[in-house]
């Protein structure tokens, strides 16, 4: 059987980083049979080591660090001959960049700024902006003083139109070097020959999967998870940037996003919340479809603890520490809870040093609680469906989700779960399985925790339910039965 060339475009997730999108993408490269996968991993910094075991399905990594160093070619060949990426830069002059870079450069910054935006334009855009970089170098042309010249008077001339707005000179410069930085994945022209190009985000590894559909005539497929625009527009709006900087990152972002959407055939999503967010941004109802995350419900399975019988009153958790998960209100929920019942135990798993400032402030917050015996750190555990039979009782506090691994893997472990209102949640849990509070509410996560704490029959039922919704919804068959009819529809369509 031939199988399907599939390349995985991941951001700052699989397969350097843990979390939800990377649970998904390891059972993807582990589970499908019809299909040979090429991970191509937009990050931060360049990643030395994968964080997980990689599936013979697994034939390439290709990495592009965004933020170091100026450009990846820096140290990174992609297989480039020497010569070729000398010569780039040989080639590369200001009069060059005027006549073959400038005149896209400013309609895609215009695009950027228009009330209306064109998507067949755009999409033509990047074609053209993708064949320069064939032949030009990066670095030497976004750095140029035509570049800087052009960027500045649109901008500018943007500004003036909105009226409210204004931009020092170290605001335009910001600007532009984030423009450099999301638009790296133009320089690495060379992407493996592939029949689909899966996406993990809607946002800026749509990028690569252009090059892939230019050059190969690649099929594009997302899905989301959290909602990219959705998610970005919450980080952006909690941010400290100036107004000049926050609405160019908004602007640029919901551009991309409206990108991708139009150039994906197939638009999957983990739950239908995200539906509503992608139509928004212009995406075909007739390219929707959920496909909820799925647990091994041989792995996440109820195991009979004895220890538990001696142990206080436990809630688990396991959430990567950073804003997104809202640990400082699940923080203030045990605070309600130890009024109660004094002896309770918050345990935390996962990665406690990804954003050490976020880290930091929560331990202040749980020595400014005395909380220090009752809400502990325990830090990433390699083994995950051993932490929910540990507790009671599961909990999540996000104001972002896109359909929560830790839900459906507590809810297979028969372990029920109080979890924020947010994306897919109520899509897994429903009253027959845990309880469902409004974000930020501390005050009612903790009176549900105490509710289910105080009760061993109701915890007794719940779990039971939760086990057999999973067996009935969320099974790694029904996942794997969707994606790998999805590839062989992509992999089989005529080449356009």
Not at 167 to 183: C, E, M, N, P, Q
Not at 383 to 411: A, K, Q, R
């Amino acid at each position: 059987m031939k199988k399907n060339k599939v390349m995985l475009i991941a951001e700052g997730t699989f397969p350097f980083n843990g979390g939800g999108v990377s649970t998904w993408c390891q059972t993807l490269c582990n589970e499908i049979k019809n299909a040979d996968f090429y991970l191509y991993s937009v990050n931060a910094v360049f990643e030395s080591k994968p964080k997980y075991e990689l599936s013979p399905n697994i034939k390439d990594i290709i990495q592009v660090p965004l933020w170091t160093p100026d450009e990846p070619y820096d140290y990174i060949s992609y297989g480039d001959e020497y010569y070729k990426t000398v010569g780039r830069k040989e080639w590369t002059s200001d009069e060059v960049v005027t006549e073959r870079f400038i005149p896209y450069f400013e309609a895609l910054l215009e695009v950027i700024y228009s009330e209306e935006q064109d998507m067949l334009l755009l999409d033509n855009l990047f074609y053209e902006l993708w064949l320069y970089f064939e032949d030009y170098d990066f670095k030497k042309t976004m750095q140029s003083k035509p570049t800087w010249d052009t960027y500045v008077k649109i901008l500018s001339e943007a500004i003036v139109e909105e009226r409210n707005s204004n931009a020092t000179l170290f605001d335009l410069s910001i600007g532009l070097r984030w423009i450099y930085r999301f638009l790296i994945p133009l320089a690495i022209v060379d992407v493996p020959k592939v029949d689909i190009c899966h996406l993990t985000i809607s946002g800026f590894a749509i990028i690569p999967a252009l090059i892939a559909h230019y050059k190969h005539r690649s099929k594009i497929m997302v899905t989301e998870h959290g909602v990219f625009i959705r998610e970005r527009l919450l980080a952006i709006n909690q941010s400290g940037y100036p107004y000049f900087l926050k609405n160019l990152l908004i602007k640029f972002s919901e551009t991309i996003a409206r990108l991708a959407y139009h150039k994906s055939e197939v638009i999957a999503s983990v739950n239908k919340f995200n539906q509503k967010w992608e139509k928004l941004y212009g995406a075909d109802e007739n390219k929707l479809k959920v496909i909820y995350n799925a647990v091994d419900k041989d792995v996440f399975k109820p195991l009979d603890l004895p220890e538990k019988k001696n142990q206080p009153p436990t809630v688990v958790a396991l959430a990567r520490v950073f804003d997104l998960k809202d640990i400082h209100t699940m923080i203030r929920s045990c605070a309600v809870v130890v009024k109660e019942i004094p002896k309770v135990q918050f345990l935390v798993y996962g990665d406690d040093k990804a954003v050490p400032e976020y880290t930091s402030s929560c331990k202040s917050l749980i020595k400014d609680l005395d909380l220090e015996n009752n809400f502990k750190f325990m830090g990433p555990k390699s083994n995950p469906h051993l932490i929910f039979p540990e507790g009671d009782i599961s909990i999540l506090t996000s104001i972002s989700e896109g359909f929560p691994y830790t839900v459906i893997e507590s809810m297979s472990c028969g372990i029920p779960v109080v979890a924020t209102d947010v994306g897919g949640v109520s899509e897994a849990l429903n009253e027959e399985t845990g309880i469902i509070c409004k974000p930020k509410n501390y005050q009612q996560i903790g009176e549900a925790v105490i509710k289910l704490l105080k009760d061993e029959n109701l915890r007794g039922s719940m779990g039971l339910k939760c086990r057999d919704r999973v067996l009935e919804h969320f099974t790694l068959e029904n996942l794997i039965d969707e994606y790998e009819l999805i590839y062989d529809q992509l992999g089989s369509r005529e080449r356009i």
